[in-house]
């Protein structure tokens, strides 16, 4: 069986085909990221035109890669949501019209789910059950995961999500949009415990997260250097705003482990791509005695393998989300809903 994957949730426009048996065939990618910078973040008119655009050619550009052609496709998967409302809107309505011109099935499916499964794009998957931590810009929570859409919420940021943390500590550094993978490298170049910044709820007994008091913690260290920005001060902000997050996301991770027992933690999202996330996670896993897995680099951030691969398992799986009608987009979506006996 052959899924056709569409992604255009915020602002990449990705396409891929995954066939049940061989695997991941093609996928091809545009980041609007170069286009969003000049405005200091995404401007959600622009990211639907882009949508628009991109869409077509990458599609012939995965069918090209995969040696398929659309008579091979057996059913079209599409992010539904969450995401921005214009932009999900032309991945379902080109998946949907494009499946009514080939008389295929649509998979709408949900983007976070995606993410979740990413892991098992890779040579060597994790096999449920597993933890999984989820880190994008989106969102933060952790997971048990039994199977496709058999998830239990652990735990979840109550105010904003590791990557926005990220983003608007790098605004505040004076980096450019989108600042996350941009901070990382500058607290590369910082020297540890220079600063020390909050670990929010590191103590809290469960796995809540909060990190929009580490954004304050930032943005007060940054006022009282106003004058002097230096390179150096940058980058040893950088380091000790990234040395926070990673202890709380590590922790959390780790009572998790201890709660469920469980031996497979799994990282997901555009967050998974620190590496100082990657080195310490794995330096306590091998204390610990756990396997951590990450999704390939290219299939950390949003793409339309993760779609076309969970679009896939969910029609094996024989329970995709209904297809509620024409562009019934879900922009606001908790995953939880896609989860066995939840309503979708
Ligand atoms: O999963 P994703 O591509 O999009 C969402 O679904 O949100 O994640 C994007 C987020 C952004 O906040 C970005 O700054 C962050 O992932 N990110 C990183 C790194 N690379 C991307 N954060 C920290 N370190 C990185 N290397
Ligand atoms: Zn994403």
Redesign the pocket.
Known sequence: MLVLGIES??D?TGIALYDSEAGLLSHALHSQVAMHAEYGGVVPELASRDHIRRVVPLLREALAAGKCSLDDVDAVAYTRGPGLAGALLVGCAFAEALAVALDKPTIPVH?LEG?LLSPLLSATPPVFPFVALL?????TQLMRVSGVGQYELLGETLDD????A??KS?KLLGLPY????L??KLAEQGRPGVYELPRPMLHSGDLSFSFSGLKTAVLTLVREHAEAMSDEFRADAARAFQEAIVEVLVRKSLKAMKQTGLKQLVVA???G???Q?RATLDDEARRRRFRVYYPELEF???NGAMIALAGCLRLQAGTPAKAAGPFAIQPRWPLMEMAAGGPN
């Open positions: 949730s915020c990449e983007h993410h880190v994008s810009g989106g969102h999500a590791a990557g926005e990220f983003d790098a989108p600042g996350g993978a901070l990382s999202g555009g967050v791509a620190n590496r996330l950390c951030t949003d």
